[in-house]
């Protein structure tokens, strides 16, 4: 089989290495000046900003999110634009989680959460890798679908955990830094690891980067497109769990607005909503500056209408800066 990732990452590389040596330092470091600019504004307009309470709030809101943009970033990296379907399976594991655990335990109430969550993206991988429908309306269709599951098994309402021991130890700590950061860690890890150092990565850009090729290649394309379907649904049903059992209580709209704010993380990182260029730790660092952005701003007191402007105008700036990157061939 020919390693079809190679011209891919050749061209990922050189999209960072060439041009002028202005372009070459923004193209390096834009995003790292860009959150050290942020940090140092939080830190001289803000006294809150660098207290302990306020970091830990923002690392674990940041893994929760973090965990979605990790799935996230297979999607378009394997280049199907986007998984809408986020909210309602990140509601799921979180319904899911609580509401089973009187029935079969915390762990496996978890575990099928989680499942629930890999299903529907198995579902949304399906559509889209081998029936050819459009990732948006698929994912927003399964989405749409799943959701109304989730209404219908609560009655629309509020669900409530009832293990106050599974509470304690997901909102617990392990030398000061809490539970769900390291679950976030470990996940990008794994995440960077499968992307960067797999077979199944060097598919996945492959595939994303040129579909004919790859599968002229012998890449099984199909079933590279409906795994990065699956690992987003894993992901989302991980973060929703842990947002239900951290939260102690699920309603069908918890998840709203996470596919937005993942896909902003993404985007702002650098990774192309054409497919074929992107890793996990570019994502992340999209993330860091999102959040951190977004930590300012509600300092500040800036309105939430006048806050989704600021980051809608974010992902409108990045797509257009790929997209001229595309165009210069670089």
């Known amino acids: 089989m020919t390693d079809t990732s190679l011209p891919m990452q050749k061209t990922a590389n050189s999209r960072y290495n060439r041009g002028s040596r202005i372009f070459d330092v923004l193209s390096r470091a834009g995003l ?9 504004y939080g830190a001289i307009s803000s006294n809150v900003f660098f207290t302990t309470g306020n970091l830990v709030n923002v690392l674990t809101s940041m893994a929760i999110i973090g965990i979605v943009v990790v799935g996230m970033t297979f999607v378009l990296v394997v280049g199907s634009l986007a998984d809408l379907s986020v909210p309602a399976t990140i509601a799921g594991g979180a319904i899911l989680s ?3 655990q009187p029935v079969v335990g915390p762990v496996p109430a978890f575990a099928l959460a989680v499942g629930f969550a890999g299903a529907c993206g198995l579902v949304n991988g399906l559509l889209v890798g081998y029936v050819g429908i459009n990732p948006i309306i698929a994912t927003l269709g399964v989405g749409t679908v799943v959701l109304g599951i989730v209404q219908a098994a609560v009655g629309g309402v ?6 106050p021991a599974v509470a304690a130890l997901v909102k617990g700590r392990v030398l000061g830094v809490p539970v769900i950061v390291l679950v976030f860690v470990v996940v990008a890890i794994i995440g960077h690891f499968v992307l960067s150092r797999s077979f199944w990565g060097r598919w996945t850009m492959a595939t994303g980067g040129n579909y004919k090729a790859a599968e002229a290649s012998a890449v099984p394309v199909r079933a590279v497109k409906a795994g990065a379907f699956v690992i987003s649904g894993l ?3 991980l973060s929703g769990g842990l947002l239900g059992l951290t939260l102690q209580s699920a309603r069908p709209e918890v998840g709203a607005g996470y596919e937005f704010a993942s896909i902003t993380a993404v985007v702002v990182g650098g990774i192309s909503i054409l497919g074929g260029l ?3 730790p570019r994502a992340i660092a999209g993330l860091v500056f999102v959040q951190t952005l977004t930590n300012v701003m509600v300092l500040q007191g800036v309105r939430t209408p006048i806050q989704g402007f ?3 105008l974010l992902i409108a700036v990045a797509v257009a800066l790929d997209v001229a990157l595309r165009k210069r061939g670089v």
């Open 98 to 100: 609580l509401a089973l």
């Open 310 to 312: 600021v980051l809608g």
């Open 235 to 237: 992901c989302a049903g």
């Open 278 to 280: 992107g890793s996990i």
């Open 158 to 163: 509020i669900v409530y955990g009832n293990d």
């Open 32 to 40: 790292l000046i860009a959150i050290l600019a942020v940090f140092i």
